[in-house]
């Protein structure tokens, strides 16, 4: 549905001819050309010669009305010409004139406009409401949370990609551990590496396990603010260690015991000797095993704890606030630009009615001037057409007199011709002349229409600053 300034612009553009019609020309005429096609010189010899007319007529003869009926012609013929292009040039100056209707139209049309704007401004921002609802929402338990737990630094993002990359390299570590393992096994195995990877693959899967375990929730317990949670992180603490340590030494006394029994581990033998002799390692391959695989327990541990941040709870509050605030900036964004557009478009239909409106002016300035100008060449054409006549009458009865015997030529021979009655130009009709003060007004409401309209876009675009709405609350420095 078009608005209401697109619909007074096509108005104002329909009456529009596409161009200004051509000065219209009366070319004179060829007096000579006139002459031959009458026969004026021969006819008017021939009947000089029979002395006709007669020296007591008193009306033309029929050369003489012949030549009348010529120039008659030509008169009736630019005539109409001249008429339709005053009728052409009238018309254009009644289409360019204002009058205090279109005053009322432009004032209606402004108005219909600012209101559009208005109503789809505070569409848009209603629109929006939900969004900022659920930011606004999501920003306070962001800041409460931060607030609670004294929280300085802002929370460690860790992105998509960046996780999946730690996840390769937890894998990595595990596929490593368990080659490795593998290879330190296969001594004792009767399977070969095969035999050793597998039953290392299940020993490197409790080592890394447990990092993994200790450093999703042991970690961020242990640096939580609150007593009892850090209590609760240290003792995950102390169990990580101990089963750190104790696997992995179990793991280098296991290989110590299955590669002296070509693979035939005896539980309670195995058992006995670590109770007994937790340090003594028959091999010092079974010592780099055992080093090794807390090396890599540690490794594994750092790097599964750059998972997400190591504060329980921030890093997952962190990307919610994070998602939500990108919404609604996206959301915002989309809003802003949309009144934009909208303010511009109507913006631009202004200043088009205002250029329409100067360019009718500008029209209606050239008909008028059109229209005297027509009339004047008009007018110097009817003369011509009377200078014509008489040319021509007076070259016949020059003829005619010439080629006389003892006759004596008519009275009105010896007077000018007269002229024909027909050859007159009306007076040109005074057209009511443009109401330029409502063209004037026309052009400043519309101009104050375009100041309003802006004015209203940046009453919009203030209330959507959320700079205060979403600032950072003061946190103390003192804290931890």
Wanted: net charge negative; with cysteine; proline share 3%.
């Amino acid at each position: 549905m078009e608005g209401p300034l697109k619909v007074l612009l096509a108005r104002l553009k329909e009456s529009r001819d596409g161009q200004l019609p051509s000065t219209q020309s009366f070319p004179p005429l060829d007096v000579e050309q006139i002459a031959r096609a009458l026969a004026v010189d021969s006819r008017g010899a021939e009947n000089g010669r029979v002395s006709l007319p007669g020296a007591q007529d008193t009306q033309p003869d029929s050369v003489e009305l012949d030549i009348l009926a010529e120039i008659e012609k030509r008169y009736r013929k630019a005539l109409e010409e001249y008429r339709t292009e005053l009728a052409t040039y009238e018309t254009r100056i009644r289409d360019a004139a204002a009058s205090s209707d279109f005053r009322v139209e432009i004032e209606s049309a402004g108005q219909n406009a600012l209101a559009d704007f208005q109503a789809f401004a505070i569409n848009n921002r209603n629109h929006l409401v939900v969004v900022q609802a659920e930011a606004r929402g999501s920003h306070d338990e962001y800041q409460q949370f931060r607030a609670r737990n004294a929280l300085v630094r802002l929370p460690r993002l860790v992105s998509d990609p960046a996780r999946a990359l730690r996840w390769i390299v937890i894998a990595i570590v595990f596929l490593l551990e368990s080659i490795l393992n593998g290879m330190f096994f296969a001594e004792g195995s009767q399977a070969g590496l095969v035999g050793g990877v597998l039953q290392a693959a299940v020993l490197s899967l409790l080592n890394l396990g447990g990092a993994v375990l200790f450093a999703t929730y042991g970690l961020p317990a242990l640096l939580h603010r609150r007593i009892g949670v850090k209590l609760m992180g240290a003792l995950m603490l102390i169990a990580y260690v101990a089963w750190w340590f104790a696997l992995n030494l179990l793991i280098a006394h296991f290989r110590d015991a299955y590669v002296a029994n070509a693979g035939n581990v005896q539980m309670d033998a195995l058992w006995a000797h670590i109770v007994s002799h937790p340090f003594s390692l028959a091999d010092a391959k079974s010592w780099m095993l055992c080093v090794m695989g807390m090396g890599l327990s540690l490794g594994t541990m750092i790097s599964a704890a750059g998972l997400d941040d190591v504060y329980w709870g921030y890093g997952e509050l962190g990307r919610r606030h994070a998602r939500t605030a990108q919404r609604y900036a996206h959301e915002q964004e989309a809003g802003l630009i949309a009144i934009q557009q909208r303010r511009d478009d109507a913006t631009e239909d202004m200043r088009q009615i205002i250029q329409e409106l100067r360019r009718r002016e500008y029209d209606r300035q050239l008909a008028v001037n059109g229209r005297a100008r027509l009339h004047r060449e008009f007018c110097v054409y009817v003369d011509h057409l009377a200078v014509s006549y008489e040319r021509l009458v007076v070259r016949y009865r020059e003829q005619n007199k010439c080629q006389r015997g003892s006759g004596e030529p008519p009275e009105f021979f010896k007077t000018r011709p007269a002229r024909p009655a027909f050859l007159h130009v009306y007076e040109l009709e005074q057209l009511p002349g443009s109401d330029d003060q409502v063209r004037v007004v026309a052009v400043d409401r519309m101009e104050h229409f375009i100041q309003a309209v802006n004015a209203e876009f940046a009453s919009s675009v203030k209330q959507y600053d959320t700079t205060h709405a979403f600032a950072e609350p003061a946190v103390d420095a003192n804290a931890t």
